[in-house]
């Protein structure tokens, strides 16, 4: 790469510096190609991303490849090649991407790939991240692995008296016969 740079006309700084804006303090991007997708289809895809926290934005390639580069995220590659709309997930992109794949085996959307966090995931890394429980499942199912033992000691407490009040009862009845 040289080092000269670029005289970027108003409008189109104006153009990054909103997606700039948008990608500002998120994380988690995933690229999708909406080639053969009607309006119809991307307005249900973002109400169902909406759902989720996220948003489904068309972009220009190379003004989002500006925008990550000035937001020191990782680079892309061949992501931005083509028709592109990017999915801005906040903290739970695993929903995000659920949805995602999801929608894309009724509707010919492709999903090029991602980033989540620090990482870059190629298309196959992102179906195998979208199989995976969100944050909260996670953490309820530590939880109640965690609650278990507890559960199992007071189960056992509460029996020991138990067994002997129905030991007692058992031995009064048989004084009384």
Avoid: H
């Avoid at 003004?63 to 997930?89: C, H, N, Q, R, Y």
């Amino acid at each position: 790469m040289s080092d000269y740079t670029v005289k970027i006309q108003p409008e189109k700084t104006e153009a990054i510096n909103a997606l700039k804006t948008d990608f500002d303090g998120v994380e988690n991007f995933i690229f999708t190609d909406y080639r053969g997708l009607t309006v119809e289809q991307i307005t249900e895809l973002r109400d169902k991303l909406r759902e989720t926290g996220s948003t489904y934005k068309v972009v220009k390639n190379r003004f989002a490849k500006i925008a990550l580069k000035e937001l020191d995220k990782p680079e892309v590659g061949d992501m931005l090649v083509g028709p592109t709309a990017v999915v801005i997930s906040g903290e739970e992109a695993g929903t995000a991407a659920k949805e995602l794949f999801a929608f894309a085996k009724d509707a010919p959307v492709e999903i090029k790939g991602g980033i989540i966090g620090a990482d870059v995931f190629d298309t196959k890394e992102m179906e195998a991240y979208s199989k995976l429980p969100s944050k909260l499942e996670l953490i309820a199912k530590l939880m109640g692995t965690m609650n278990a033992p507890v559960q199992n000691l007071v189960y056992i407490l509460n029996g020991v008296p138990e067994k002997f009040a129905r030991t007692l009862k058992a031995y009064a009845d048989s004084k009384e016969s």
